[in-house]
């Protein structure tokens, strides 16, 4: 069973670019969750989804921020016209429907985005 | 809103040596759930323990294990035989039941010493 797969690992955008960042969850996981971590920061909620929906965005900037989670294919968090900003680590955790294993989230490695 | 608090930015010891680190975190919810998680330079999350607030007895996971001091908003990790593959940054994190998303301390960067 593959772990929660994202990619690309790392990213490089300039400034005013639009950066996609993909999540593939665990097998048979219908939530994802994506945070942010900042350089010696600890990770910071963004957004949590179901398929086809969004459960909450109260971490997400109102603007050039957006996320989705299609009926087919992986989750993408998409960052319009990037700012240095916007330079840092995005995980995506993924977990089982409530009622199946709790709270517990499992999450992959990361994007590290650069902006230049 | 619920926040988490790790007061130790950077702690080092000695291989074999036990050490605790400490987390503090508020709320005012009463079902919830506490977790330690260890990033190690690959940068992957993974889940050290966890424990539900509702349980009285502290988490153990071999070598790991937490004091949760529910009154005291408390929940230490300590590590027992610390081993060189311990050494990573150690973040505590908070969920309300079914709130399915965590709240993250800063971390603690651990290094264990040969």
């Known amino acids: 069973n593959a772990g929660v797969m994202q990619n690309p690992r790392h990213l490089v955008r300039r400034r005013g670019q639009e950066a996609r960042l993909r999540c593939s969850p665990m097998?048979?996981?219908?939530?994802v969750y994506w945070y942010r971590q900042l350089p010696e920061e600890g990770l910071k909620f963004m957004v949590y989804?179901?398929?086809?929906?969004?459960i909450d965005e109260s971490g997400m900037p109102k603007e050039r921020f957006s996320a989705e989670f299609p009926k087919e294919g992986p989750s993408i968090l998409r960052i319009q016209q990037v700012v240095r900003g916007d330079s840092a680590a995005y995980f995506c955790?993924?977990?089982?429907?409530w009622g199946q294993g709790g709270t517990e989230a499992f999450f992959g490695q990361g994007t590290r985005l650069t902006v230049v | 809103a619920q926040t988490v608090t790790q007061s130790q930015p950077e702690m080092s010891v000695q291989e074999a040596e036990t050490v605790t680190l400490s987390c503090t975190y508020d709320?005012?919810?009463?079902?919830?759930?506490l977790f330690w998680y260890k990033q190690p330079p690959s940068r992957q999350m993974i889940l050290v323990i966890r424990?539900?607030?509702?349980?009285?007895q502290n988490a153990t996971e071999n070598r790991f294990s937490v004091n949760f001091q529910k009154a005291a908003k408390s929940f230490s990790l300590k590590i027992s035989d610390s081993q060189l593959g311990d050494t990573a940054m150690y973040f505590c994190?908070?969920?309300?039941?079914?709130?399915?998303?965590?709240?993250f301390g800063q971390g603690t960067r651990l290094t264990i010493n040969p």
């Open positions: 955790a993924s977990s089982p429907a």
């Open positions: 709320t005012s919810e009463s079902n919830y759930y």
């Open positions: 424990q539900e607030a509702y349980k009285q």
């Open positions: 994190a908070f969920a309300i039941q079914g709130a399915q998303k965590l709240v």
């Open positions: 097998k048979g996981h219908s939530h």
């Open positions: 989804l179901q398929k086809e929906n969004i």
